[in-house]
């Protein structure tokens, strides 16, 4: 009995494991494609790139940052960004299931270009919609899948018994 017991053991350890893997794969993939600009195929836009680089990873909890980007008196629109995407997701390592993650921004015009049905003022996509987080929403049960897929070699299920 003490044998069986010991497999059962092993075998939620191991899903617990799984389960935790495609979590995390499918967070950080939601970072990347967040982060994604539009001139690289992606929705958020970007100029000067402050809201780019304002994405923060927290646990239980929103982590801080900065609300308001920094002057950038004399700067061309159009222009190179001055900000360059933050690395995020090492937080990921950590995180135990059960623990609420959150991928945050701080920046108020955030809200403004996702949810005012805003247009880009300049550039190739000058007058096309700012909407750059609706369409990660949609694409999460495909997030999941492929996350699932690349953290359980063979099993779609990710069941498997000692």
């Not at 993939?29 to 836009?45: F, K, L, S, T």
């Not at 805003?118 to 997030?143: C, D, N």
Request: proline share 9%; aromatic share 8%.
């Amino acid at each position: 009995m003490a044998e069986f017991v010991a497999q059962i053991d092993k075998w939620i350890a191991a899903n617990q494991e799984r389960i935790r893997a495609v979590k995390n794969a499918s967070i950080q993939r939601v970072i990347e494609i967040a982060q994604e600009p539009v001139g690289g195929g992606g929705n958020m836009p970007v100029d000067t790139g402050f809201l780019r680089a304002s994405f923060r990873v927290g646990l239980d909890a929103p982590a801080p940052g900065p609300s308001t980007p920094p002057s950038t008196a004399g700067r061309e629109p159009g222009s190179a960004p001055l900000f360059s995407a933050p690395v995020l997701g090492p937080e990921l390592a950590t995180v135990a299931l059960g623990q609420v993650v959150f991928v945050t921004t701080n920046v108020e015009y955030a809200a403004y270009l996702e949810y005012l049905d805003r247009q880009r003022r300049y550039g190739k996509f000058a007058g096309q919609s700012t909407v750059f987080i609706a369409p990660i929403e949609l694409r999460w049960p495909r997030i999941v899948e492929d996350a699932l897929r690349r953290n359980v070699q063979g099993n779609p299920r990710g069941v498997r018994f000692p």
